[in-house]
């Protein structure tokens, strides 16, 4: 069957290549189905150098990319959207796309970094503010239909087609284990201290009318014994936290990789979708003591206020674009394996912008991430806070040729450098924020990315 696709793609690419004039040549294909967290995993193996994983809340829509045709990146900091969605629209005028039996069309995929005006630091030097990537090769999973997408440099489809061959060869293979997630040796919490003083610092300035609310965030970093393989980690985060998105974004052998429950903007057609989620409390160790915990934050003052924010800002965002807004009335809870939410999820219809990446720029960061007023708690983080958040926090996602796409805000989040690994967790700070509290909330935002790690809570 393999050695079949083969043959089809190679000749029809070289075929197209022969009549086509367009820089570019994008292919798709009805595909087996195939595990994507494998398809991803295969990718070093072939010598593609770069890959991303995709997967929405419910396993809808799945893409895995690997390799890079085409590259849209850019240091810019207001204009960083808009740069995107002009060379998009450029690449998607040079480009041939050709597809059998399929309504599938390529995608972009990629992200941004979450505040371009702070510093960065060596630790995210693969990851500019923004950057997004066609791949060589797509997987498209769709309501558990699959496609591939073979996307090639006119006349260069020889040097991809080389590597598509291996990978098809060992899809056909009998399917080897994923890779096992090597041991521990060291973890540590990065500058609790100053964390927590700024954290007491920003409750006081919210007090006098400063503020109202701002997103504080600290890391972890963990060494283990052998190199941190992102499909071992992809792995278990899909094992772990079945109804968050998944995501990895891997540049220059150092992944992006995370679980978040947070949609950040959804768009299809004219109807948009976000939702707010803000205001958290751990899981309870019994049923009985789990249900006690979700009615009180339900109840909770400060969570509620927390959450009030989010869903104010999210809500004008969305009515400043949408014919009509809807959303409900107050909170509900988001259970997750490890901790629970106060979730509002917002639609809006009849949305008059063309693309998703307008979406994404009016709502981040929304005060879920950043605080309110805006730009007055990213100024406030910038300064304060002991990180470099880098894209933790930000918007990963895709868009599509017609302007649809969604983006998720990558939180529950870390980077793998090899040996090496950082996570990352905040929370909202409000007025009565207690900052031992805050600090026992980021310890609880830690534990998806530290399980999937294979670390216990208490190392
Ligand atoms: C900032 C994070 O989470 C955000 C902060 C929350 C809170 O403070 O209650 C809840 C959900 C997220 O919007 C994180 O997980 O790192
Ligand atoms: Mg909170």
Known sequence: MAILYQHKIREQLHLIEKKEKRPFISWTEEWNN??????????????????????????????????CTYVIETEEKEDRFHTVETKWKQWIGQTAFYSNKTET??????????????????????????????????????????????????????????????????????RAPLHSLPSLMKYEEIQTEQWLNAVKQTIAKIRVGKFDKVVLAREARLSFADWVEASAVLGQ?????????????????????????????KKEGDACYSTCLAGSIRRG???????????????????????????????????????????PPSPQLLKLPNIQHLYTPVVGEHCRVSSILSLVEKMHPTPALGGTPREAAV?????????????YAAPIGWMDTKGN???????????????????FAGCGIVGDSDPISEYEETKVKFTPMLSALGVGQDE
């Open 34 to 67: 195939v595990d994507p967290v494998y398809f991803f995993s295969l990718g070093p193996i072939c010598s593609f150098r770069e890959r991303f994983f995709w997967a929405d809340r419910t396993n809808e829509t799945v893409y895995v990319g690997l390799g």
């Open 237 to 265: 985060l899909r094992e772990q936290q079945p109804f968050s998105y998944l995501f990895a974004f891997e540049q220059e052998g150092q992944c992006f990789i995370g679980a978040s429950p947070e949609q950040l903007v």
């Open 405 to 423: 796409g969604e983006f998720a805000v990558a939180i529950r989040s870390g980077l793998l450098q090899g040996q090496d690994v950082s996570i």
């Open 379 to 391: 100024k406030e983080i910038r300064k304060v806070e002991p990180l470099d958040r880098g894209w």
């Open 285 to 327: 160790k019994t049923v009985q003591e789990d249900e006690q915990f979700g009615e009180w934050l339900l109840r909770d003052g400060k969570n509620l206020h927390e959450h009030r924010f989010v869903v104010q800002m999210i809500k004008e965002a969305m009515e400043a674009v949408c014919e009509r807004v809807d959303m």
């Open 105 to 174: 069309v390529p995608i972009l995929f990629g992200g941004f970094s979450f505040d371009p005006y702070k510093p960065r630091t060596e630790k995210w030097r693969a990851f500019p503010h923004a950057k997004m990537v066609v791949p060589a090769v797509l997987l498209t999973s769709k309501g558990g239909k699959a496609t591939l997408t073979v996307t090639v440099r006119s006349g260069q489809s020889a040097e991809t087609m080389e590597k598509i061959e291996m990978l098809f060869h060992l899809l056909h293979e009998e």
